[in-house]
């Protein structure tokens, strides 16, 4: 037998989740034109400001030197708005014309002049128009799959992207605690607030869809600001090391994460039977009679359970040799060593 001690444990619980880059971004033209270079090939990784897409620059170089042509026929007309002036000038003190037509060239010059900011600012817009023909990478990443083709006609309000490029660096794990998790995990950690309480969470682990263990631990750094309402589970972020790029956006996985128990029984799982998915336990009354109990655990720890409900510390409960008993039946423990006895069923 086994007479039941609380004591401290950890369970481990898996929490499925999705695996996101650090950046996940849209690359999409915002010109319109004939795509003429690919520079990427799928799956590559770029650098930011690497080049990954051109379309035809042609139209656009039309476009800027219309503008500077526009630019400089506006500077004419400003230097002639201000001879006009000069010539009226001394005309007006002399009193040879009406001041009404110096003010009258005064006005054809602000006007000229506003001609040449407005080409000034055209040619600023056809400049970055012309740059936009070369697409860069914004970021860092790996490079999605490429849904256009050279020679294909793009433009900003095509339904779908160029590609998609993720920054997987970091990588954002996102997964769910129900209502009674997030309230455990609020009596766990110390702290007044959520943020508080994060700092204290110990680095978790990552189980891939194979279930192997991925090498690097994670951190938890945010909680959503409420549940959904639909779910009743409230989205955590942990956040990932990825350096050898082993990992990448749309991956699955589960997180796994510990809690601590203080001042709980803890038995060992050999000491239980398993009937339709029930635990149950033999405990060993005073009279060394014995009844059948099922119990509920917090979750194992090593080879033993966390129990919750159905057992007392300084209980005895069988360890061996139930396997024929019956519920009332009588018992002559028999101690083995400290932690286990030999039960002689008696007739």
Known sequence: MLQVQSGSGITYNDYPASIEGKENLEIRPQVSGILTNIFVDEGAFVTKGQPIFKIDQAPFLEKLNNARALLRSAHGALANAQLEIEKLTPLVAGKVVSEYQLRTAQQAKETAQGNVDQANAAIASEKINLGYTLIKAPCNGYIGRLLKKQGSLVGPNDPAALTDLSDVEQVRVYFAFGETDFIQFKKQY????????????????????????????????????????????????????????????????????????????????????????????????????????????????????????GLKAGERIVTKGFDHLQDGDTVKPELVSNTAQRLVKNN
Request: proline content about 3%; hydrophobic content about 35%; aromatic content about 8%.
């Open 190 to 309: 110390g702290g007044t607030t959520i943020a508080e309480k994060v700092k204290r969470v110990p680095p978790v682990q990552l189980i891939l869809a194979d279930d192997s263990i991925y090498s690097v631990r994670g951190k938890i750094d945010l909680f959503d600001g409420q549940f959904d309402k639909n779910t009743s589970a409230i989205t955590i972020r942990a956040t990932f090391q990825n350096t050898n790029g082993l990992l990448r956006s749309g991956n699955t996985g589960k997180i796994r994460m510990g809690i601590g128990y203080a001042g709980k029984v803890i038995i060992p799982q050999s000491a239980t039977g398993e009937m339709q998915d029930k635990i149950f336990v033999y405990v060993i009354q005073p009279d060394n009679k014995v009844q059948k109990r099922l119990i509920t655990i917090f979750g194992k720890t090593g080879e033993s359970y966390l129990v919750k409900d």
